[in-house]
């Protein structure tokens, strides 16, 4: 017997309820019929709509990934023709400004990529495919300006901003070890800055 397609309002209402109880509510223990509670929907059309919790989770970080125009200024960045440097930057700092946002539901994604294929595959997509190699077509631009600090090698710059600014950087120095938002922010965009000339 084949399943009805679900609505795209259906799916956007499961993803909806689904980050209001994971990511506002701090909530990593939740299950698949308390999003098809709170959303109004079977358990089965959250089945439907996402497979997995796997595929729930990767569909949730793109919905707010639509959500938001943080992706399509860090798309500009990287792709820009603008001063080097002032890209560099202005890529890491709107990454700051949106890992609070996706990093309930990316942590997740992420800690699942340990043991699920898929899970490494969604999240290598996102962090290695999309936000490193801006980091490194950026550097490489800095670079090519002769602005990159005192020979710093391209792909080691961006692999260290990247590394400093990754989602598992965040719970070890904000959620782990208590820094502030803003103290993780400033310090990121600092060693950003230490890079460039």
Not at 172 to 189: A, M, P
Request: glycine share 6%.
């Amino acid at each position: 017997m084949k399943s009805k397609p679900i609505l795209d309002t259906t799916k956007a209402a499961i993803l909806e309820a689904a980050w209001t109880l994971i990511a506002d509510k701090g909530r990593v223990d939740v299950s698949q019929a308390e999003i098809a509670s709170a959303a109004g929907v079977s358990r089965q059309t959250v089945f439907y709509a996402f497979g997995n919790r796997t595929g729930l989770l990767t569909a949730m970080v793109r919905h707010k990934d639509e959500q938001t125009d943080h992706v399509a200024r860090l798309i500009s960045h990287a792709r820009g023709e603008g001063d080097p440097v002032e890209a560099f930057l202005d890529y890491t700092a709107v990454w700051l400004d949106y890992l609070p946002e996706v990093y309930p539901v990316a942590i997740l994604l992420d800690a699942a990529a340990l043991t699920d294929p898929e899970a490494k595959a969604a999240i290598d997509d996102r962090l290695v495919h999309a936000l490193l190699a801006g980091f490194q077509r950026l550097a490489g631009r800095v670079a090519e300006a002769g602005r990159l600090r005192y020979g710093l090698a391209p792909t080691e710059a961006a692999q260290e901003i990247w590394n400093a600014t990754h989602i598992s950087s965040w719970r070890r120095l904000v959620i782990d070890c208590g820094w502030t938002r803003e103290r993780f922010v400033t310090t990121r965009l600092a060693l950003a800055r230490s890079h460039v000339l």
